[in-house]
C-alpha cells in the first residue's frame, strides 16, 4: 500500500508540475518575461543573401560588443549604458544628446573591428550593422560561429537587404524585449515617429520626386558613382525627402559618363568632417560645383549638391532621421 500510495503522489506531482523548482521558474518567467525569443538573420561565410534565424534569451544581455558608434548610441537611449562592454568604429556624427555617455564608453577602436577584438571584451551579445557580421579582417565574426561559442548576436533589422527606416522600429522594439525595457523602448520609438511625422507634414505639398545620385567619395578630384543597389535602407531615406536613386537598378560600375548623360536632378556627397581625414560637408559640395568636368549638369547649375553625414546614410539606425531633416530643410527651405 506504502508503495502505491508513493506512487500516486509522483504521478500526481509529475502531472501538475507543481514541484518547488517548477513553479520557481514559473513565477521567474512571469515577473522577467524571460526566455525571450525574437526572429534576427544569418548569412554563411560567403553567402550573399541574409537567412532569418531566432536568437533566445534567458536574461538581459550584461556585456555587449557593439559594432558600430550608431549602434551604440541606440543602447544609450534605452538607458544599457551599463550594459555596453565595448565600441567598435567610433566615427561619423555624434547624437549630442547621449554624446557624453557615449565619451565615457569603452571605444575600441575609432575603425572597423576585427573578432578578436570583438572577443577581447568578453562579451554574450555581439550587436550592430550586419554587414560586419564577418570573418575577414574588418568583421566581428559570422553570426553562426559567434553562436556556437555561446554569443548571441542581434543584427539590425535595418542593416540588411530589404531594411527601410520603419525597420529602425522593429529593432527598438526587439531590443525592448530582449532588455526588458519596453517603456523606454516605447517612448524613444514615439519620439522618432513623431519626428518622421513632421517631416511627412512638411513635404506634403511636394507631389513629384527628383531624381538624385550619390557620388561617393573622399577625394573631390577622384568621383566615383556608389548606384546602391541592395541598398534599400538607404534608398528609403531618400524617399522621405522625395528624391529617387536613378541607379538604384545598376547592378555594374556606373561611369562619370552615364552620370553626367543621364543627369539627375540632385546630387548628394558625404560629409567627412566629424571622420579622420575632417573634410567638411561644405567642402564637398564646393568641389562639386567647381569640377568643370560636372558643369553641364543641371543639378551643378541649379546648385542642388548636398552633403550628408556618412553614418546618417550607411549607419542604419535612427541617427538618418537627423540628415533627413536636415537636409529637407535645404532642399525645401520655404517649407
Known sequence: MKKVLIFSLLSLTILTGCTPKAEEKVEQEQST?????????TKAEGAESWQEKDQTFDKAPEKVLANTRPAAELLLHLGL??????????????????????????????????KEMALSVDPDLVYGRGGLFDNQDWGVGTVDSLNDMGIKTFVLNSSVTGGTFASVYDDIDNLGKVFNVKDKADAFKKELQDRQATVDEKLAQIKEDQTFAYIHTTDPQELYVYPAHNETFFNDIFSMVKLDNVFKDEQGEVSIEKLIET???????ADWESYQNGISGQTMVDAILNNQKLSSMKAVKNKQVYAMDYNYMFGYGYQAL????KLADEMYPAK
Open 81 to 114: 549604458k551599463d550594459k555596453i562592454a565595448g565600441v567598435g568604429a567610433v566615427f561619423g556624427a555624434p547624437d549630442k544628446s547621449v554624446e557624453k555617455e557615449f565619451d565615457e564608453l569603452n571605444q575600441l577602436s575609432t575603425d572597423y573591428i576585427g
Open 322 to 325: 537627423d540628415g533627413v531633416e
Open 33 to 41: 518575461g524571460y526566455p525571450v525569443t525574437v526572429s534576427n538573420f
Open 263 to 269: 543627369d539627375p536632378d540632385v546630387l548628394i556627397v
